[in-house]
């Protein structure tokens, strides 16, 4: 039997609310051992053992937070009697968390995220059976070199492309216009796609984790936003991520105050967008004098993550542009 870790940070799965209710309810309020107690079948699959490396409302989730997480992980998956890695999580940042584990962990066993919509008092919790299926997908040997992957409604993700699209439904996730790397039927895996996109072992982020990660800020573009918000933020941030409108744009406005704390701070800008799916090219019209780093298909959020760990190698706007090509 393969030997498969918990690691446990909290979220809706260990929710606890009014029993029955599907919502008001606090996440991060039991243990993951509770959890895998109600679910006696999930035995049969593997050798399981659990960490509780944390128990918050993912929310609180931050960059101390996530090299923490990505620290013991590569701890443990060094481990030659470990096969693979589940990690629970909640539901509201479990992608820019799958994404960091995507950039950091240096191993290419499985590494699958889940968690769930309802809290683990509700009828019909969707948690269980998410944590189910996710230790299943880690003992699969397909599942090897496939980047860190979220399970969630028989569906598989990848870290990198995982987004949340519903705030309400079970069925919370999507992954752009990529579709999904496969599904499940129970505890069976069905791959079908693959990520080209660099991660895990190949990713020059998981060969040595920073001890700390610099500030970098995300500004929504709306139209009529007030240009100084760049100008404030950048005196306390070494880059800001604009989530643009349309193909990651903003006012004429916007441009020159851009220009101005490019010039004059140093600041580095990431041109994403605000629309969900689509991919944000350089354009010399938004951008004329070459300060920004497009963010091809990652949110305003994913952008952020991969900058914070580009900026501990490399602050080369050309070296730059090119991670953000090839993660
Ligand atoms: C959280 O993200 O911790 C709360 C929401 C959820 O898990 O669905």
Redesign the pocket.
């Known amino acids: 039997m393969k030997h498969i870790v918990v690691v446990a940070t909290?979220?809706?799965?260990a929710g606890i609310g009014e029993k029955g209710k599907t919502v008001v309810y606090h996440?991060?309020e039991i243990r993951v051992a509770e959890i895998l107690s109600s679910i006696p079948s999930v035995q049969h699959l593997a050798h399981i053992t659990e960490e509780q490396l944390m128990n918050v409302?993912?929310?609180e989730m931050n960059e101390e937070n996530w090299l923490f997480l990505a620290n013991r992980i590569n701890e443990l998956i060094q481990r030659d009697d470990v096969d693979g890695i589940v990690v629970t999580h909640?539901?509201?940042?479990i992608e820019e968390t799958a994404y960091f584990l995507n950039l950091t962990i240096h191993s290419d066993k499985p590494v699958v995220m889940t968690?769930?919509?309802r809290p683990a008092s509700a009828t019909s919790a969707d948690g269980p059976y998410n944590l189910y299926q996710a230790i299943a997908l880690a003992t699969c040997d397909d599942a090897r070199n496939q980047g860190v992957m979220v399970l969630f409604s028989n569906t598989i993700y990848s870290g990198r492309d995982i987004q949340k699209v519903n705030n309400y439904k079970i069925d919370a996730f999507d992954q752009k216009s990529f579709g999904c790397l496969g599904y499940m039927q129970d505890e069976k895996v069905y791959f079908f796609s693959k990520t080209f996109k660099t991660h895990t072992h190949d990713s020059i982020f998981s060969e040595h984790l920073p001890e700390k990660l610099p500030r970098v800020a995300i500004v929504y573009y709306y139209g009529g936003a007030d240009a100084h918000i760049l100008e404030y933020l950048s005196a306390s941030h070494e880059a800001i991520i604009i989530a643009g409108s349309g193909n990651g744009n903003y006012s004429k406005e916007w441009m020159n105050m851009i220009d101005h704390c490019a010039n004059e701070k140093g600041t580095i800008f990431v041109r994403a967008s605000r629309v969900p799916l689509g991919i944000v090219f350089n354009d010399h019209v938004f951008d004329p004098h070459e300060h920004c780093i497009a963010a091809n298909t990652l949110s305003a959020q994913k952008a952020r993550i991969l900058l914070s760990l580009a900026l501990t190698q490399t602050h080369d706007i050309n070296e730059l542009k090119e991670i953000f090509r090839q993660y």
């Open positions: 909290g979220g809706t799965i996440a991060g409302d993912s929310n909640g539901t509201d940042t968690g769930a919509m």
